[in-house]
């Protein structure tokens, strides 16, 4: 049986650093009410000059350099994203030419379960012997869509990107995502675009207080049904790698799992949200810290926008 396995991983955070005592200058708040509410401390910020390719290839670089394989040994690219460089081509193409390679590549938006959606993607080309090594990435300038007049938005977003290499192999690996979508709740989470929406700014609009309650929802029942599918208990899970959200939706997944908070790899006080590229980058530092270890079972779980929701179970 052939399994697609996670052979290197990588990460890139901006150096630019924008803090809850920073925003206290800006807006009417508080670091104590901000931390409070979400978790957050801290969220890295890309300078004008950084793009989203320029993160993605940084975390790229990263994921090859530990894998220990050849740029050309690479044969797909998926990169998950919300603020892509260009509306075409995708920042795939673009990552593929800063790193001076040929293959198929390509973008997927879901929002902050990109990642989970691409990880999903590129475990089936693998299934189907459709290619060998395939570079996912999640990647995000959220800065970018954020109005940091509004108290609401301006306290979650973060800039980064994480990477991994998946491989062909007869170790288990990925054993099983789950991924899924409703558009009937688009107007609860979105980034409208100006030519439709003529009195709204292309900045993320938020109905929070039903965002939360949904995602706790959603993501109770994508736990149930990925260790249903997988014929597990709870305490077979050795961590919860999840998308980096809010600190609340964080407690309730542990609290679903009957797991402690310990086991829960969090990153939200320093990264704050980073949509796709929180799942990724959690990833690599629960790796780099030495939490996350070989042979352990590791659950990931996202929500987003769209809105879509989806897990994936993996064997480190």
Not at 79 to 106: E, H, M, N, R, W
Not at 230 to 255: G, M
Not at 261 to 271: A, E, Y
Request: glycine share 6%.
């Amino acid at each position: 049986m052939i399994y697609s396995k996670i052979i290197g991983h990588g990460s890139y955070l901006p150096t630019k650093i924008l803090t809850n005592k920073d925003l206290e200058s800006t807006l009417d708040t508080t670091d104590e009410w901000i931390f409070s509410r979400t978790g957050i401390k801290e969220r890295h910020i890309a300078d004008d000059n950084e793009t989203t390719s320029d993160l993605a290839y940084m975390a790229a670089m990263e994921a090859i350099k530990f894998a220990e394989i050849n740029a050309n040994d690479i044969d797909l690219i998926i990169l998950a994203t919300t603020t892509p460089d260009k509306i075409f081509p995708s920042t795939a193409c673009t990552v593929q030419a800063k790193l001076g390679i040929k293959c198929p590549a390509f973008d997927i938006q879901a929002v902050c379960t990109g990642f989970i959606y691409a990880l999903s993607i590129a475990d089936k080309f693998i299934k189907t012997s459709s290619a060998k090594n395939i570079l996912v990435i999640g990647a995000d300038r959220m800065s970018s869509i954020t109005d940091y007049k509004d108290r609401s938005n301006a306290i979650l977003w973060g800039d980064g990107a994480g990477a991994v290499i998946i491989n062909s192999s007869k170790e288990p690996g990925i054993l099983s995502t789950h991924i899924h979508a409703d558009g009937m709740y688009e107007d609860m989470l979105y980034v409208p675009k100006s030519s439709e929406r003529k009195k709204e700014t292309e900045t993320i609009q938020m109905q929070g207080n039903q965002v939360f309650k949904f995602a706790v929802n959603t993501l109770d029942q994508i736990v149930d049904e990925t260790l249903s599918y997988n014929k597990l208990q709870k305490s077979d899970i050795d961590w919860v790698v999840p998308h980096q959200a809010n600190i609340r939706i964080l407690e309730a997944t542990a609290k679903k799992l009957d797991m402690s908070m310990s086991k829960i790899i969090v990153t939200i006080d320093r990264h704050g949200n980073t949509s796709a590229a929180s799942i990724p980058l959690a990833l690599d530092e629960g790796i780099k810290v030495g939490k996350i270890k070989a042979n352990q079972t590791i659950l990931m779980e996202a929500f987003g926008g769209g809105f879509t929701w989806g897990s994936a179970l993996i064997k480190y």
